[in-house]
């Protein structure tokens, strides 16, 4: 068994469906049942994070955000349908009246918690996989909708829940034992052992694709996106950048963290390794490119620079003492959050903050307290991740090179497979671009 994944640029057109069923066609379905777990369409789950807040506010405007929401699905109804699906509007309406009720709950309660928030984000999944499911079977494909919450159990956290292992590989289990079919999964979504609706986070889709494929033992997981694999820079920034063929899933980890144009859920990344499931990240509209794959074994030498653009400085006087509770606060967040040195430096210890992070600092710290400094707030982050570098000697080198072309270092951190250096903004653009030159000229030392 294969699981398949497809973000929300690969199923909100025309285009990308078809490339879909191109797809999906290879593979033998009568003999090996496939699981496909979707996104929601593209911009969808921002329409409902908007909706949320709305309905926090009491802004009358959630009932415009309701009915773009309902237009949008339909309208992409009508476009990858050339005739009336009776069956399918009959399911997208009872979903549609779902999200209303669930609405009318909210305005009565006169509350959003995060309980809600869970509840309205869970419907851009609900719609697509519906959708989805109907444009595979009107295509001569045998495919069934499967309600992720009927198979992903986790805590009673919300917006970032944890997925409860054995409960969740129970019902798997008996769900799949024996099961020939093959499904169209919701991600992102689960249900709580109270049996609330609870997400996943940020790459929620692809954890539902992996704690699928490491309970099943998948052959392989597959990320289908709009990009190329992994690059080793951000296309739209470096024009020489190009794909790499293998990375480590601790590579991927770094990369994802610190600002990789492709998205993984980190607890994604552990279960696949620990599992030793090959994941592939390829492109839904160039499907003949092989992309990037992820394993456990380093094969390449190849290095990726990966950007994190909103981020600041805060410096600590060294005499001074952060509370502990303060920090873990962050780190629950899973906010970026990490002590690098600062270049002649002493007096103080310098974290570097996202920007999510930065009200956080602001409201938790007092104004005219002199042991804290939070310093400009235009600055980037680049890392360079690769495993077997020679850090210590590949700090020196980059501080020359970047000396040379008059480029001010305002910090770094040496990680086990990563160099994160922090920059201003202004410089941005420039030092992108030697950066990439340097480890596409393999002048990163080795150990």
């Not at 991740?385 to 980059?398: A, F, L, Q, R």
């Not at 202004?426 to 393999?442: G, M, S, Y």
Request: hydrophobic share 40%.
């Amino acid at each position: 068994m294969e699981v398949l994944k497809f973000g929300g640029s690969s199923v909100s057109s025309e285009v990308s469906l078809k490339n879909m069923l191109k797809i999906v066609n290879n593979y033998d379905l009568e003999n090996e049942p496939l699981i496909i777990v979707v996104s929601a369409l593209k911009g969808i789950t921002n329409e409902l994070v908007n909706l949320t807040k709305l309905l926090k506010d009491g802004n009358q405007e959630y009932a415009k955000v309701i009915r773009t929401i309902f237009e949008k699905h339909k309208e992409f109804i009508d476009v990858i349908f050339k005739e009336e699906q009776t069956e399918l509007l009959k399911k997208i309406k009872l979903v549609e009246n779902d999200l209303l009720e669930s609405v009318s709950n909210i305005l009565k309660n006169g509350v959003t918690s995060d309980k809600d928030y869970d509840k309205i984000l869970s419907f851009g999944e609900l719609f697509s996989a519906q959708i989805i499911t109907a444009f595979l079977n009107k295509n001569g494909l045998d495919f069934s909708f499967k309600d992720s919450r009927d198979l992903i159990i986790t805590n009673n956290v919300h917006i970032k829940a944890k997925v409860n292992w054995d409960l969740t590989r129970t019902v798997v289990n008996s769900f799949f034992s024996g099961n020939k079919k093959s499904y169209v999964v919701s991600g992102f979504i689960a249900r709580s052992i109270y049996g609330d609706t609870t997400t996943l986070g940020r790459g929620g889709s692809d954890y539902t694709a992996t704690v699928l494929g490491a309970i099943l033992n998948a052959e392989r997981v597959t990320k289908w996106t709009d990009v190329n694999g992994i690059m080793t820079a951000d296309p739209n920034k470096v024009l020489e950048a190009s794909s790499l063929e293998n990375i480590t899933f601790s590579e991927l980890k770094n990369l994802s963290k610190f600002g990789s144009n492709v998205l993984v859920h980190p607890d994604s990344i552990d279960e696949l390794s620990k599992h030793n499931i090959p994941f592939l990240i390829r492109n839904t509209f160039d499907y003949d490119f092989k992309g990037t794959q992820v394993i456990n074994q380093n094969l390449s030498n190849k290095k990726a620079l990966s950007l994190h653009e909103s981020c600041c400085l805060v410096g600590f006087n060294n005499t001074a003492k952060v509370p502990k509770e303060f920090i873990k606060q962050i780190i629950d967040k899973d906010w970026l959050f990490f002590r690098v040195k600062r270049p002649q430096t002493k007096d103080k210890s310098y974290y570097v903050v996202s920007e999510e992070c930065v009200d956080f600092f602001k409201s938790n710290i007092k104004a005219n307290d002199n042991d804290v400094d939070i310093l400009n707030e235009e600055m980037v982050l680049m890392t360079i991740t690769g495993e077997n570098m020679d850090k210590k000697k590949e700090v020196n080198k980059i501080q020359e090179k970047l000396k040379s072309n008059e480029i001010n270092l305002l910090g770094f951190r040496r990680f086990y497979n990563s160099i994160s250096l922090i920059l201003d903004k202004k410089d941005l653009k420039k030092a992108v671009v030697l950066l990439h030159e340097v480890i596409k000229n393999d002048e990163i030392l080795l150990v």
